[in-house]
Each structure stands twice: as structure tokens, then as C-alpha cells.
């Protein structure tokens, strides 16, 4: 829309307050703050609803993969002759045989839940997702008959364990006595100490070597569950068709989505109802607008009449309106993404001064399964906010910009 010189002239004029007009000029500031508000609003949530998804997801998917075999009875028959199958399959960038079990873990008197992974040790130290978070000791004093182990943050709380400290693991799985089956106790030492940022796993992981879990769970040569990595995980289905037939009968296949499923349909689900709320915020921002460009028209209706006698168009005057309101929304919308930005830069900071002044816990891992508040800004996103914020705005604008231009001189100026 190209505006002459007369008509940015005006319309620079209608953006200022006038003498009486500063009602006029108030209601146009909500607006705009309003405006930067839902812009702002869309952007941070839409951000930490994307990160949250994506975090989880990195971090699941980097200790359980995208897809498992699981054995009957915690037992995998074959396991060999099904890993080399799945990796013959292409998109399919590794399976690695690992063993997991429920166990009970025991130190200084206490006694806690965890879950025993027992893994490859290059697989141990060649996955990210433990490697990076290591907090004290060091991985590489795990190796196979050493009779160390790797333990999750929390649960080292909750034990009170730390590098150099004794755990013990106590398996059902024990040796048969007159008296019944004797539980198997079996004492390790934590060599390392992870935190993943995810409250279940920091809170009942003990990662070990394969060969010292087969010997606590008398499995020998066995595992009890292969994991897959793929090229692409949407597609992780039918990347793993046809492996079906191999498993059938010796354990299930299940993938990232079934086994998370509730959580990340949840996720989707907050995600979209979100959107439309904040939305809302917008929709508000842009009735103000539309208030404030009719209550400017009824207050300029003289000078509209005087230009249209003057010879300005009608075309004109729609021009000079549409763009007052445009301005306002434009204004809007580009304080609210310095907003959004600002916010999301300092988003944990924010976070822990709410939590200081308020003394209460707003972010709670047992809760919200994440350490930290996480954030990853979609720029398409970002985009189809900003541009349904400016259609919006647009749109708010033409009837405020008919009525002025449909003003009729001769009726406005008979009593002049």
C-alpha cells in the first residue's frame, strides 16, 4: 500500500494526540501494548511447549531409543540372530543389546526402588545423554568385573551415596533353600554420579556393565532387551515392519510412541489448546484497535470533510486510516517479540525470582519430569504468529477506514 505525500502526512498526524484527543491516543497505547502482550504470550508458551517436547524427547529417546525389543519374562531368546536382523534393515542405525530390571537398592539404612540397566561398555561411554551429565566421579572407572556402578542424582540423595560410597542391589532372583528361594544381595561400588534432567531417571537409574548385570540376575549369556535407533523416528513404524516376524514369539516391538504415548498426546493436546487461549489475547488486542480507529474517525470526522472538499479521495482517506491501525498493530507486534525474546533469554532466571518471592516450588521434576524450564523457538512459528497478528490488525482497520472515507462533506459542513 502506497501512500503519497499528503497522506502520510495525515496519517503521521492521526498517530500523535491531538489537542482533546488524549482518550483517543490512551486507547490506541492499550492497544498496542495489548497487542505485544498475546504476540509475546503465543511466542514464550508456543517456545517452551516445543522445548519441553523436545527435550523429553532427545533425552528418552537417548537412553531407551527409538523403538525396543522387549523378551518374555525378562528373557530374550535369539537375541543375536534379532539384532543382526534389525540392523540389516535399512533406516536403522544401531541395536544394542542391553539388560533392565526393577530392583531394590540399598545404603546407609535406606532403602529405594531403581531400575538396573546393564549395557555395552562402549555403549556406556559413546551415549551422550550419561557422558555429558556425569556430576562426580568418572565413567571410566566402570569396566566389566570392577564392581562399579553409575547412579542417578537423585537416588544418590536419597541414599546418601556418593563416588567411592557402597550400594547394595538385592535381587529376587536368589538361590533355592530348604526354606524358599533367599533373596540375592550384592554389593557395588558408585563410581559415578549422572543427572539427566529427568526426574524418573535420575531418580532410579543404576547403569552397570552387561556382563556384571547377566552375573547379578543369573541370565548368562542372555539380555533382556534390544535397543533401536533409526533414521528417522516418525517413520519408525514402518522401519521396523518388517522385523515383526523375527520377534513373534520370543518378545514384543514397541516403539517411542507406545511406550510414552499418554505423555506426548498430552503434550500435543496443551499444545493446541494453548494456542487457541493465547490467541484470544490478540483477538482483545485488535477489538481495541478497532474501538480506538472509530472513536479517532467520530473525533476527525470535521477534518474529513475538509480534505474531501479539498479533493482527497476516498481511496485516500481508507489508506491513511488502514494505516494508522497497521502502525499500531506493527508496533505491537514487534515489542512483543523483543518481549518474547527477552523473556525466553532469562526464562530460568524469571523462574527463580517468581519462587524466591513467592516461596513456592513453580517448577517442581517430580512434577514436570524436566530439571529446568526448557525453550526451542520454532521460526515458522514465530512467523505465522507475527502474520496472524498483522492480518488481524489489517482487518480491524477497514471499517473504521470505510466509514471515513464514505463521509459525506455536504452533510458534515451544512451548519459550518
Do not use: C
Not at 5 to 24: D, H, Q, S
Not at 100 to 122: C, D, F, T
Not at 294 to 316: C, E, F, H, N, Q
Amino acid at each position: 500500500m502506497i501512500l503519497n505525500r499528503y497522506e502520510r502526512m495525515v496519517a503521521r498526524r492521526y498517530l500523535l494526540p491531538g489537542k482533546g484527543e488524549g482518550f483517543i491516543f490512551l486507547v490506541a497505547s492499550i492497544s498496542l501494548v495489548a497487542v505485544a502482550l498475546g504476540v509475546a504470550a503465543l511466542i514464550i508458551v508456543m517456545s517452551v511447549m516445543n522445548g519441553f517436547r523436545a527435550e523429553l524427547f532427545d533425552k528418552i529417546t537417548g537412553l531407551n531409543g527409538h523403538a525396543v525389543v522387549q523378551g518374555y519374562q525378562g528373557r530374550l531368546q535369539d537375541w543375536q540372530q534379532i539384532a543382526d536382523r534389525a540392523r540389516q534393515l535399512p533406516g536403522v542405525t544401531s541395536a544394542t543389546p542391553m539388560i533392565e530390571q526393577p530392583l531394590m537398592a540399598s545404603s546407609n539404612g535406606r532403602v529405594e526402588g531403581v531400575l538396573v540397566r546393564g549395557m555395552r561398555l562402549e555403549d556406556i561411554r559413546n551415549n551422550p545423554v550419561i557422558t555429558d551429565n556425569v556430576k562426580s566421579g568418572s565413567l571410566g572407572l566402570i569396566t566389566p568385573g570392577s564392581d562399579r556402578v553409575a547412579i542417578g542424582s537423585r537416588l544418590a540423595e536419597m541414599l546418601g551415596a556418593y563416588p567411592g560410597s557402597q550400594i547394595s542391589l538385592i535381587s529376587p532372583e536368589g538361590r533355592s533353600t530348604v526354606v524358599g528361594t533367599v533373596p540375592r544381595i550384592v554389593t557395588y561400588t558408585v563410581g559415578a554420579v549422572f543427572e539427566v534432567g529427568i526426574y524418573d531417571y535420575d531418580n532410579a537409574f543404576v547403569v552397570m556393565p552387561i556382563q556384571d548385570a547377566q552375573t547379578l540376575l543369573l541370565l548368562g549369556d542372555q539380555v533382556s532387551t534390544i535397543e533401536l535407533q533409526t533414521t528417522n523416528p516418525d517413520n519408525v513404524e514402518q522401519i521396523l515392519a518388517p522385523l515383526q516376524p523375527v520377534v513373534q514369539g520370543k518378545g514384543v516391538l514397541i516403539d517411542w510412541r507406545q511406550m510414552n504415548s499418554a505423555l506426548f498426546e498430552a503434550l500435543a493436546v496443551e499444545r493446541v489448546a494453548m494456542f487457541v487461549v493465547l490467541s484470544l489475547i490478540i483477538l482483545v488486542a485488535v477489538f481495541n484497535i478497532l474501538s480506538s480507529l472509530i472513536m479517532l474517525v467520530r473525533a476527525k470526522t470535521r477534518d474529513i470533510a475538509i480534505l474531501r472538499t479539498m479533493g482527497a479521495s476516498r481511496s485516500g482517506l481508507m489508506k491513511v486510516f488502514v494505516t494508522v491501525g497497521v502502525t499500531i498493530g506493527s508496533l505491537g507486534i514487534v515489542l512483543g517479540l523483543i518481549l518474547g525474546a527477552v523473556f525466553l533469554f532469562f526464562r530460568q532466571g524469571v523462574v527463580n525470582a517468581i519462587q524466591f518471592l513467592t516461596g513456592q516450588n513453580l517448577w517442581d521434576p517430580s512434577v514436570r519430569f524436566l530439571s529446568e524450564l526448557p525453550s526451542k523457538t520454532d521460526p515458522v512459528e514465530v512467523v505465522a504468529i507475527a502474520l496472524t497478528a498483522f492480518i488481524l490488525s489489517f482487518l480491524a482497520t477497514l471499517y473504521p477506514a470505510w466509514k471515513a472515507a464514505s463521509t459525506d462533506p455536504v452533510q458534515v459542513l451544512r451548519y459550518e
